[in-house]
Structures are given as C-alpha cells and as structure tokens.
C-alpha cells in the first residue's frame, strides 16, 4: 500500500484533532480544509477570523466546518487555566507576565494546546523557523521519560522502496549515547510506516576496518543500543554500501543479521546526514518526507519553509498517525 493510504487508514476514525498555528497561510487552509473534507482529522487553525477568512476568499476556499482560535481573544477562565499550567510546566524560569506574552504566540499557544490534552499534535514551520516549532516543544512538551534528546528522521521512497535516514535534522554532534538513542527513536518511527527495522549504524568503516575515535564512537553506541534492546535487529559500525548491498555485507561482514539489509540508516552527525538524504533525493529520486521529530512526549512536527499545500497535507498524516500509536 502507499505509504501515505497506510497512513490514512490508521488515522480514519480516531478522531485526532490537530493544530496548525500558521492557519492565515495558504498552504496551511487548503490542506486543512482537504484534511476536514477527507475525513481524516479535526483541524484547528490559530489565527485571527478576519485574515484566515481574507485568504479563504482569495483562493476560494470553503471554511464550513473548520475550527479557528485567536490567542488574542481566547476565553478569559480558559486563558488564565492554560497560564498558570504554563507557569507551573516552566518551573519558575518564567514570570507569569512572561508567560502571558509567550501565550500571545501562536507557537506557544499551539504547544500548550497539546501538553493540555486539547489537540493531539501539532504541525508548524511553514512561516516560522524550526527553532520556532522545537523550542515551545522542548520547553512544555519535553521529551519521554526514556529520550533525552529529540532527533529528526527522513523517510525515504521511490516505489516500493522505504527507508529511514536520521539523525537529519536536529543534533549537530551525536556522543555514542545519543547516537544509540537515536538508533532506537528511528526503529519505532520505522514502525509506524510499515518497515519492520533493521537498523544499520554508519560509518566509514565496516567491523574495525578503519581506526579513529569517530569509529570508536560508533562502535560504543552499537553495543549500547543492543544493550537497550536485544532484541532488534542492528548493527554497525558499517559502511553505507555494507549496510545496504547484501553480496557487499556478506564479504565485509559476514556475521552480521543486519548488513546488506538494513532499511534504518543512522548518521553519525548532522552533517552527513542531511548530505545523506540530499544525495538520495536529488540523485537518487527518492521523495524525503520529513522531519519527523522523534522522542517527544507528544507529536509536533516541523515544516519546511519552502513547503506547498501536499507537503503539510503529508505532514499531518504523520503527525496524527504518530498520535494514534
């Protein structure tokens, strides 16, 4: 099946209600109104009525049925219950006149509107920079009891080829733990698409073919990450032609489960990875859907700036199907 008909159908009937905090963009009301039309999810779009309506009637879209709030204008009792969880989340690092100025943000009011159990995720970046989308999330949501850092992941596709490319997006230098975690996020987005993981750790040496602390480095998460979970497949350290080109993993590493078919690719830095995916998809043909932020307590996802109307379409299938598992 189609990734993304997979993805419809795990979220057809689940009710999930999604907030979109750029909801005056263009982009964002047409894949919105496709979304509530579809069936798929409930939208609810941040804004003010007077300019989400002014850019319905410029591109002739119907807002029957979709859902607009106003920070500015929100209720008074409900405004002041979403502040003083603010307050009590930020732990006294804000006062509770910063935090009445950060709930002005459409960023931060969409946030909240998720750590309160309002909406089930969140999907922003067309207008603002991912620093913008991640630091509310950070700062409110958090990351789960078992993630100490957030990471970013690709899923790569061309036909019936799918894989997952991370870390791409998010952690500049990866420690051997953080790769390890990062390994981990990456098999339960795997998961989620229908990929039953295999996960290669890359590097540009294959079982000690190569030395340096680079190698060394992920060597150590390889052996942490099987520590955390025995019982999923993965390897490394290995080079990319190891990992993916089965008659290459058998001559270089011909005890491993893993090389020669690993469909999870992990990154040893940001650098590489975001070459990595760039590569595939400009080379290789490969659509990039992505990032998808992993290891949050609640689903937020970043777009890109340069995104038309199917990029945030996609987007919010993945983040609603992230909030049904």
Known sequence: MDLFASLATKIKGQDKTIVFPEGQDARILGAAIRLKNDGLLTPVLLGTQAEIEATAEKQGL?????????????PAA????????????????????????????????GTMLVYMHKVDGMVSGAVHPTGDTVRPALQIIKTKPDSKRISGAFIMQKGD??????????????????MAEVALQSAVTAKLFDIEPKVALLSFSTKGSAK????????????LAHGLAPD???????????AFVQSVGEQKAPNSTVAGHANVFIFPDLQSGNIGYK???????????????????????????????????????????????
Do not use: H, W
């Not at 340096?212 to 052996?223: H, L, P, Q, R, S």
């Not at 999923?232 to 190891?242: I, K, R, S, W």
């Open 62 to 74: 119907d807002l029957t049925g979709i859902q607009i709030m106003d920070p500015l204008s929100y």
């Open 78 to 109: 409900d405004n002041q219950t979403m502040l003083d969880s603010l307050v009590e989340r930020r732990k006294g690092k804000n006062t509770p006149e910063q935090a009445a100025e950060m709930l002005k943000d459409v960023s931060y009011f």
């Open 161 to 178: 080829q799918r894989f997952v490319f991370a870390d791409c997006a998010i952690n500049i230098e990866l420690d051997a733990p953080t």
């Open 212 to 223: 340096g602390d680079m190698v060394t480095k992920v060597a150590e998460a390889t052996e």
């Open 232 to 242: 999923l497949p993965l390897d490394g350290e290995l080079q990319f032609d190891a």
């Open 279 to 325: 590569i595939a998809q400009r080379l290789g043909g490969f659509e990039a859907v992505g990032p998808i932020l992993q290891g949050l307590n609640a689903p937020v996802s970043d777009l890109s700036r340069g995104c038309d109307e199917e990029d945030v379409y996609k987007v919010a299938l993945i983040t609603a199907a992230q909030a049904v598992n």
